[in-house]
């Protein structure tokens, strides 16, 4: 069922329920995060691996009290800048924390999303709801109710609509390691804007060392497609039919491109519809053009550079 309705969201969530509910990111596949019988509901629904740890999404700051040990000061920085919104920090987890959640490591991941239905929805109930993206292990993310509804909406009771996801792209991931602040997953908020407000430049983890990392696989949001990535206004080939051709922003030589207007905010909340469009056995091979390496750019090329990945 899709609806807007809270109080019938809320009661399938207290009786330990698995719903979708909507950010400004993706669409969320939620439970109750210290609930171990709910978790385990999502990842069965999602067929994801046990070792790929959930984010647990709080809608008051108080609430961290009762996920993580302590808070270093550049999170708390980071918390003031842009708490609610696209960023996911990941924390020393406290004992109670379930050991499912966060496929036994130490640390859990935490996020507080903006979007407002479901900010009052995480008022409303007394616990943490963990929430990956509403779509089955390594398929695109779904960023409308009518998407999370193609793929799971006879697995679950309940898709709470919150209209179009206006960013788009999942979270972005930052952890601490020692006295360094890094980098593990690229998304809706530009590294830019995190080290203007901490004054100095963060690290990215390597592809060889974020490789080890959970849920850092190559291969994801795949539409099922060949996808031949072409850089940045490089050479479009010249042999290509429009139709067949993705550019960046709109061009006269395709019929389809990520961004309306050029601008990465318009990229990144079109780029995932785009990807599903391409999951139609009328389309074959599909070339793709990357977007310039700047602000959510970056993470727009990490999302296109794992779709594309050979299978
Ligand atoms: P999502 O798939 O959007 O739910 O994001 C979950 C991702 O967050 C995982 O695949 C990890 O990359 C990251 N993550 C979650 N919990 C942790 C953790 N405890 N330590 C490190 N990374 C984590
Ligand atoms: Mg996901």
Redo the contacts with the bound molecule.
């Keep these: 069922m899709i609806t807007d309705d809270l109080d019938l969201a809320k009661n399938i969530l207290n009786s330990g329920g698995v719903i979708a509910i909507p950010t400004e990111t993706?669409y969320?596949l939620a439970g109750n995060a210290m609930d171990t019988n709910s978790i385990a509901s999502i990842f069965r629904i999602k067929n994801r691996p046990y070792f790929?740890?959930?984010?647990a999404h709080i809608g008051e700051i108080e609430q961290l009290k009762s996920l993580c040990n302590t808070i270093p000061v550049e999170a708390q920085k980071l918390i003031d800048a842009f708490w609610p919104g696209p960023l996911?920090l990941?924390l020393s987890?406290k004992k109670s924390v379930p050991n499912l959640l966060?496929?036994g490591?130490d640390?859990?991941?935490v996020r507080m999303p903006s979007h407002p239905l479901t900010l009052k929805l995480l008022k409303s109930i007394k616990y943490p709801l963990a929430?990956?993206?509403a779509n089955p292990y390594k398929y695109v993310s779904p960023t409308s109710a009518q998407h999370v509804e193609s793929q799971l909406g006879s697995a679950i009771p309940l898709i709470l609509d919150g209209g179009q996801c206006k960013i788009g792209l999942?979270?972005t991931?930052i952890?601490f390691e020692d006295n360094d602040v890094v980098i593990?997953?690229l998304g809706g908020l530009a590294i830019e804007s995190i080290e203007e407000v901490l004054k100095k430049p963060i690290a990215i983890k390597t592809k060889s060392e974020s490789d080890m990392?959970?849920?850092?696989e190559k291969k994801h949001y795949s539409p099922g497609k060949k996808i031949v990535l072409i850089p940045f206004a490089g050479a479009l080939p010249s042999l290509v039919s429009p139709d067949v051709l993705i550019t960046w922003k709109p061009q006269e030589s395709s019929h389809k491109s990520i961004s309306l207007d050029g601008s990465d905010i318009s990229g990144a909340s079109r780029i995932f519809s785009l990807l599903r469009e391409l999951d139609n056995p009328q389309i074959g091979k599909i070339f793709i053009e990357l977007a310039p390496e700047k602000g959510l750019g970056k993470a727009i090329n990490d999302r296109l550079m794992r779709a594309a990945y050979p299978f």
């Design positions: 993706v969320g790929n740890p959930l984010i996911t990941v987890k966060t496929s490591l640390k859990v991941a929430a990956p993206s999942e979270s991931i952890g593990y997953r990392l959970p849920g850092q």
